[in-house]
Nanobody
Framework: QVQLVESGGGLVQPGGSLRLSCAAS????????MSWYRQAPGKERELVAV????????NYADSVKGRFTISSDNAKNTVYLQMNSLKPEDTAVYYC??????????????WGQGTQDTVSS
């Protein structure tokens, strides 16, 4: 059974930091691309950061470049999102996503339950 369990969200003041974790189980973590998405009230869900399998290449939304860092620990089957210099507009529910490709090229997407991050003074 596939599970993605996020943790680390909460309330932080502008300029502060949060570190999100996503613990994965039930699929081959190290061969999957892992991503963080977010959805603010009244807005579409958007991609924040992605780290590819194997090579660990990372990509970020322009709005978070230089402030957020995605990383993964294959030994712990966990992906992280370090968020620094947080702004009120970073307030959203953050979701972990895993994209697995099987040996014939079929893709499977899995989602966590989300964790609320609020940036406010």
């Amino acid at each position: 059974q596939v599970q993605l369990v996020e943790s680390g969200g909460g309330l932080v003041q502008p300029g502060g930091s949060l570190r999100l974790s996503c613990a994965a189980s039930g699929f081959h973590f190290s061969s999957s691309a892992m991503s963080w998405y977010r959805q603010a009230p009244g807005k579409e869900r958007e991609l924040v950061a992605v780290i590819t399998s194997a090579g660990g290449t990372t990509n970020y939304a322009d709005s978070v470049k230089g402030r957020f860092t995605i990383s993964s620990d294959n030994a712990k089957n966990t992906v992280y999102l370090q968020m620094n210099s947080l702004k009120p507009e970073d307030t959203a529910v953050y979701y972990c996503n895993a994209l697995r490709t099987d040996w014939v090229g079929r893709k499977y997407s899995y989602w966590g339950q989300g964790t609320q991050d609020t940036v406010s003074s």
